[in-house]
């Protein structure tokens, strides 16, 4: 099993695009987490409404880069 661990913070745009591009993958054992670092933006809204199949997190806060990568990483290996 293959996880891609998706980090947005205010970035609805890039990252529904990103899952667009995402969604053309072939590989059967793959998992999307979508960690939303604390947004403003809308994004977590807009992602629940087009990408409900994938697993979002909500920091609430934006934790930084390397923590909100963490957080996505620990539950891709708690799943």
């Not at 913070?9 to 604390?38: F, M, R």
């Not at 920091?59 to 891709?76: H, Q, S």
């Amino acid at each position: 099993k293959v996880a891609i661990v998706l980090l947005n913070w205010n970035g609805k745009q890039d990252t529904l695009a990103c899952l667009t591009s995402i969604e053309s993958l072939s590989y059967p054992h793959l998992e999307v987490i979508i960690v939303d670092n604390g947004s403003t933006d809308g994004s977590c809204t807009a992602l629940r409404q087009h990408f409900a199949r994938h697993f979002l997190i909500e920091t609430g806060a934006n934790l930084g880069f390397a923590e909100g990568n963490n957080v996505g990483i620990r539950e891709a290996l708690r799943r």
